[in-house]
């Protein structure tokens, strides 16, 4: 898919802003058993599609107004995904933005996940 550029500088702007990871280093966190909140950050048709294992489902367009009552200890760490690593940096520097201080974008989102052929719920 091919995005406008003005979309590409927004999203360049907040990669600059906030912590990135990969779909393996969220694989090696949950098999750790490490303590985390996955949130899927696509809109509702994506998420009824399928998901990482374990993922939340809080949307771009309303995680500003739900992300509080969903997750209201700001400083647990919480990893935000997208189709490709995009709106998920945009969601992550908005609720930096809020307070929140151990945020993560998985960059590659389910894309690469689906790929790597990690477990999926439906």
């Given at each position: 898919m091919a995005h406008a550029p003005g979309f590409l500088k927004l999203v360049n702007d907040a990669k600059k802003h906030v912590r990135e990871c990969t779909p393996q280093d969220v694989r090696r966190r949950?098999?750790?058993?490490?303590?985390?909140?996955?949130?899927?950050?696509?809109?509702?048709?994506?998420?009824?599609?399928?998901?990482?294992?374990?993922?939340?489902?809080?949307?771009?367009?309303?995680?500003?107004?739900?992300?509080?009552?969903?997750?209201?200890?700001?400083?647990?760490?919480?990893?935000?995904?997208?189709?490709?690593?995009?709106?998920?940096?945009?969601?992550?520097?908005a609720i930096q933005k809020m307070g929140y201080t151990n945020v993560i974008s998985m960059d590659g989102g389910i894309r690469t996940w689906r790929e790597l052929g990690y477990p999926e719920d439906h």
């Open positions: 949950q098999d750790a058993g490490e303590k985390f909140h996955l949130v899927d950050v696509r809109e509702d048709g994506e998420w009824a599609a399928g998901r990482a294992a374990g993922a939340i489902h809080i949307g771009k367009g309303v995680i500003e107004r739900d992300i509080e009552a969903a997750l209201p200890n700001k400083s647990e760490l919480v990893i935000l995904y997208c189709g490709g690593g995009f709106r998920s940096a945009l969601a992550a520097e």
